[in-house]
């Protein structure tokens, strides 16, 4: 009788984990939006689980520095926001994020190995469900099927879902065994991401991949490099683009002719107006989502219009929120490194790490607004899901040690 129990309560859980993972895939592909409900569904989830409530504590004392410093620098620049309703609004959404970030990552790090299987499948699932609806809507926009079809653009932001999430899933599935399956999923990943039309993903993807290779061949050096140099670039993001990267000059240089496309181009123009904003008001900035108001003249960058942020989330930073939540800001991803550096110890863990925080961060330093809920939502989930696969690769370790142990020595 307990065995077909079993069996019963292991498929309803199939059941639940086949529908939670079409409707992630359904989210991924249609409405990117729905990640920023799903971090907090799955934060109280895992809270309720855990009964955090009776003995929580602060089991992440940087992480929570961090969000305190940024929420107050965020909170302080209200005062000097040109637009107060629009930077409410962005405050009260930044502090829930931030909230159910801690409190996912948190939870995820006290999660047990029945939860990684479940974790492991649900990866694997979103993934095939995210390859065929995206397909398959690709099919009627090239094709403009009637009632279906949408502009290819509407794709875009499912490049950052697919390269988020893609390393680590890869990484999953190589360590079951199934190296064949790995390194092809990985090609259908890149090919997949150029489907999306995303270049700026595309790009993050090729700039990941080859970052995964050195950190695995030289995951100390690589690491501590990287370190150091995220820190260095993004502290001196304003003082780049305003003064040493002139878009305008660029433009009678051959050599960078080939990558200055109409879409790059764009972005230059943006950052140094932007930078250059930034030395209006170094200390305070001018205040949290302000970058839309900012703007002297209609055609002010270039001739183009409808710049509503900077795109690139470190000069947002500065700009918004003044030189102290800049500097914080490049802290923060250095710290990220720091911490891979500290406590991961193993080539392959390290690898997936380095490549998922170099693709988010190129993603979040060409194309995304800071204050992008969504897009935070899925930079909390993707480190947890690492988080996750470094948990697993652990017990691995351990478990083959014991087994080491407990053979019998050759006389």
């Not at 609004?89 to 931030?98: A, D, G, K, N, V």
């Not at 947002?316 to 800049?326: D, N």
């Not at 948990?391 to 040690?401: F, P, S, T, V």
Request: proline share 3%; aromatic share 18%; hydrophobic share 55%.
């Amino acid at each position: 009788m307990e065995f077909f129990i079993l069996i019963k309560k292991e498929s309803y859980e199939n059941i639940g984990i086949l529908l939670f993972s079409f409707i992630v895939a359904v989210a991924g592909v249609y409405s990117t939006k729905f990640f920023s409900v799903l971090l907090p569904l799955l934060a109280c989830t895992f809270f309720i689980t855990q009964k955090g409530w009776q003995n929580f504590k602060i089991d992440l004392p940087f992480l929570a520095t961090f969000f305190v410093l940024f929420l107050s620098i965020s909170g302080l620049s209200i005062l000097s926001a040109i637009n107060e309703k629009a930077a409410l609004r962005s405050f009260y959404s930044l502090s829930m994020t931030l909230v159910f970030s801690y409190i996912f990552i948190a939870s995820i790090l006290k999660v047990k190995s029945v939860v990684i299987s479940r974790v492991y499948k649900t990866l694997i699932l979103i993934g095939l469900f995210l390859a065929a609806l995206l397909v398959f809507q690709s099919i009627l926009d090239t094709f403009q099927v009637k009632f279906f079809a949408r502009p290819p653009y509407l794709l875009k932001p499912t490049g950052s879902v697919l390269g988020l999430l893609g390393f680590v899933t890869c990484a999953f599935v190589w360590t079951k065994d199934r190296k064949v399956i790995a390194f092809f999923s990985f090609i259908l990943l890149g090919l997949l991401i150029k489907l999306t039309m995303c270049q700026t993903a595309l790009y993050a993807f090729i700039l990941a991949s080859a970052f995964f290779i050195i950190s695995y061949l030289a995951p100390f050096w690589i690491t501590r490099i990287s370190m150091i140099a995220s820190f260095s670039m993004l502290l001196l993001s304003p003082v780049l683009h305003a003064y040493v990267i002139r878009p305008m000059e660029l433009i009678n240089v051959s050599f960078y002719s080939w990558f200055l496309n109409n879409s790059y181009f764009h972005r230059l123009l943006i950052w140094e107006y932007y930078s250059h904003k930034f030395f209006e008001k170094p200390l305070l900035g001018w205040g949290l989502s302000s970058s839309r108001y900012i703007i002297d003249k209609p055609g002010a960058i270039g001739g183009f219009k409808n710049v509503i942020h900077p795109h690139k989330s470190i000069l947002q930073a500065y700009v918004e929120l003044g030189l102290f939540g800049g500097v914080l800001f490049s802290f923060f991803v250095a710290f990220l490194f720091l911490a891979v550096e500290k406590y991961v110890k193993d080539r392959l863990s390290v690898a997936v790490c380095n490549a998922t925080i170099l693709f988010g961060l190129v993603l979040a330093d060409m194309t995304h607004n800071l204050w992008r809920n969504y897009y935070l939502s899925l930079c909390a989930i993707a480190a947890g899901m690492v988080i996750l696969f470094i948990k697993d690769r652990e017990g691995l370790q351990h478990a083959a040690i014991d087994r080491l142990k407990q053979a019998p020595v050759p006389a």
